[in-house]
C-alpha cells in the first residue's frame, strides 16, 4: 500500500545551525526558545534515532531513510521540525521571525537534497502575520514546501481575523495552514483551561484543548466563507474529542445561528470539507469496535491522515497505526489518497 506520512520531526547535526543563519543582533542577544517545565519520563525521542556520534534524534538522514522510508516503503515524507515550532509563542516576535526564516532556508539546503521523497513544512511565527504572510509567500511557491505550519499553542484562537493574513496567503499559494502541538503553556501561549497541569502525563493529555477551540473558532469566525479553498490540517490533536464538540456545535448553530449570520451550513459540514486530522496520537479503547464507530463518525475517509510522528517516543509504525479490521478502502486513503487532496505534491496524480 502506497505510504505519505506527513508528521515526521527531523532535526539538525549541528545544535548552532539555525543561530548561524540568524542576523548578527539576534545571535549576539543569544536569546533562547521558551522552555517548558513538563519533562517526559521516558523522553521525547527514540534512543535508536540519535546519531551515530551522540547527535540529536532525527538529525541523522541515514537512520531516518533506515528505519522509517525503507523500512516501511514510505513514498512521500513531509518534515516538521522539532522544539522549532516553540519559536511561535516567542515574546519576541522579530526574533520569532528570523528564526523561522533561518528554519525554512536550512531545510532547503540540507534536507531536500537528501532524498526525492521528502517534502517541508514552511514554518511561521504568527506573532506578527503580515511577516508570517511575507516568508508563505517568499517560499511558498517551491514546488516541495507543501504546507504552512505553526504551533498550536497560541493567544488566540485561530479564527480571529488577526491571523487572515495568514490565511490569505497561504490560500493564494496554494498551501494547506496546519498546526502542531509542544509549546502549551510556553513563552506568551494560553495554559489549560481549568488551569496549570502538575505532571507531563496531565499536560499530554490535555493538549486537545488547544484542538477543540482552533477548530470551533475557525469555523464559527467564518474562516473557510471567506477562504472557500483553504484546507486546515490538526497535528498530533487526537480523534475521539470530535464527535462530541461537533455534535454539540451542531445542535447550538440550529438555535443560535442569528448569532454567526456568515457560518451558512451547518458546521459539521465545514469540518468535513475543510479540517483534517492527523492519525497519530490515536486514541486505543480496549473494544475495537469503539474506534472502528469514531472512524465512520468523522468520516475518516475523507479527514484523516496518516503520521507517524518518527522520532519521538510514541510514534505509529504504519503497519500497526491502523485497526486491522478497518475496510481496505478507508485504510487507502488514511494511507495516501486523503493526503494527495490535501497537499499539492508535484505529479500526485502518479499515485494510485
Known amino acids: 500500500m502506497t505510504i505519505i506520512d506527513v508528521d515526521i520531526h527531523q532535526s ?30 521516558v523522553g521525547v525521542s527514540r534512543f535508536d534515532a540519535r546519531g551515530d556520534h551522540g547527535e540529536s534524534a532525527g538529525s541523522s538522514y541515514q537512520k531516518l531513510k533506515e528505519q522509517h522510508l525503507d523500512a516501511f516503503g514510505i513514498s512521500k515524507a513531509l518534515l516538521t521540525g ?43 511565527a504568527p506573532q506578527n502575520p503580515q511577516t508570517a504572510a ?85 469555523i464559527c469566525e467564518g474562516v473557510f466563507e471567506k477562504f472557500p479553498r483553504l484546507k486546515f490540517v490538526a497535528k498530533e490533536g487526537g480523534l475521539a474529542w470530535i464527535p462530541g464538540v461537533l ?4 445542535k447550538n448553530w440550529k438555535a443560535l445561528r442569528s448569532s454567526v449570520p456568515w457560518v451558512k451550513k451547518l458546521p459539521s459540514e465545514y469540518l468535513i470539507e475543510h479540517v483534517r486530522f492527523t492519525s497519530q496520537p490515536i486514541e486505543e479503547p480496549a473494544n475495537v469496535e469503539h ?17 507517524s510522528d518518527y522520532p519521538h517516543w510514541d510514534n505509529d509504525s504504519p503497519r500497526h497505526a491502523l485497526p486491522a479490521r478497518l475496510p481496505e478502502n478507508m485504510k487507502k486513503r488514511i494511507m495516501s489518497l486523503n493526503a494527495l487532496e490535501t497537499y499539492l505534491f508535484p505529479e500526485s496524480s502518479s499515485i494510485q
Open 291 to 307: 474506534l472502528l464507530a469514531l472512524f465512520d463518525i468523522i468520516q475518516a475517509e475523507k479527514t484523516v491522515l496518516f503520521a
Open 82 to 124: 522539532g522544539d522549532t515550532l516553540s519559536l511561535g509563542v516567542h515574546p519576541h516576535a522579530e526574533y520569532a521571525r528570523h528564526l523561522a526564516r533561518a528554519y525554512n532556508d536550512a531545510v532547503l539546503d540540507l534536507w531536500l537534497p537528501c532524498d526525492p521523497r521528502l517534502y517541508a513544512s514552511l514554518i511561521i
Open 247 to 250: 455534535w454539540r456545535l451542531d
Open 12 to 41: 539538525w547535526e549541528d545544535p548552532l545551525e539555525l543561530t548561524r543563519r540568524l542576523p548578527a543582533h539576534f545571535r549576539e542577544m543569544d536569546y533562547a526558545l521558551p522552555g517548558g517545565m513538563y519533562s517526559s519520563p
Open 134 to 218: 511575507e516568508e508563505i509567500r517568499r517560499l511558498g511557491g517551491h514546488p516541495r514546501i507543501v504546507e504552512v505550519l505553526m504551533c498550536s499553542a497560541s493567544r488566540l484562537p485561530f479564527g480571529n481575523a488577526f491571523y487572515w493574513p495568514i490565511y490569505e496567503a497561504a490560500q493564494e499559494m496554494g498551501l494547506p495552514v496546519a498546526c502542531h502541538p509542544g509549546a502549551e503553556t510556553r513563552g506568551v501561549s494560553n495554559g489549560f483551561v481549568a488551569g496549570p497541569a502538575s505532571t507531563y502525563i496531565e499536560w499530554h493529555t490535555n493538549l486537545n484543548q488547544g484542538y477543540m477551540g482552533h477548530v470551533v473558532s475557525l
